[in-house]
């Protein structure tokens, strides 16, 4: 999908945390599933060849066959289908699914999870990080599966709840304010963030 990608994950992983005010981890995947699926619609418009692999594979996953419906044209999403019809995997018996856009998101998580326990090693990052609203739950979850330190896993899951804490000033003072437009535009946006901070994001179109 991305070649050049894992050069610079730690770089990129570092920029959006102090940059986002979610969870950078979603953050970036969502911006590599992005852009891997804008490279795949061009290359399944432009190549029989990828078609073809596509259809052998089984397709994509329907979560991703929805998001590549809705970036692809009509055009391409008849091109592949046909594809599918013509030469998909399910003619072998073969009624599975390697969704290749899942495969290589997966790859790519696994690197940046990676880079992100490496970057919360440093004093100074950790400084940095708990000013933010952090990770999601799901992300913390993968996390803590891959830090060894019990010192560092007790930091992360107090900077978590801390994380959160801190919201509860906004939440009591937007829950005295009656009318819901008359909040600050700024304190409304924490509703998202706590929803994204619990429950981590999945797409950039809904
Ligand atoms: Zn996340
Ligand atoms: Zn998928």
Redesign the pocket.
């Given at each position: 999908m991305i070649t050049e990608t894992i050069k610079n994950i730690d770089i990129e992983l570092k920029e959006k945390i102090a940059e986002v005010k979610s969870?950078p981890?979603?953050s970036l995947i969502m911006d590599y599933e992005f852009n891997g699926l804008a490279q795949i619609q061009y290359e399944v418009t432009h190549s029989e060849k990828t078609r073809k692999q596509i259809a052998q594979e089984g397709g994509f996953c329907d979560f991703h066959f929805r998001q590549f419906k809705k970036i692809a044209s009509g055009k391409t999403n008849i091109l592949l289908l046909k594809a599918f019809i013509e030469e998909g995997s399910y003619k072998k018996e073969n009624f599975t699914i390697e969704c290749r856009i899942c495969k290589y998101i997966n790859e790519y998580e696994k690197n940046l999870l990676e880079a992100f326990t490496d970057i919360i090693l440093s004093e100074e990052k950790r400084i940095e990080f708990n000013r933010t609203n952090g990770?999601?739950f799901?992300?913390l979850r993968q996390v803590n599966t891959l830090i060894r330190d019990e010192n560092t896993k007790a930091w992360l899951h107090r900077t978590h709840i801390e994380q959160i804490e801190r919201m509860k000033a906004d939440f009591n003072l937007m829950n005295t304010i009656n009318s819901f437009y008359e909040i600050d535009i700024e304190k409304r946006s924490l509703i998202n963030i706590l929803i994204e901070k619990i429950a981590?994001?999945k797409t950039g179109a809904l």
């Open positions: 969870c981890l979603c990770i999601c799901v992300h981590g994001r």
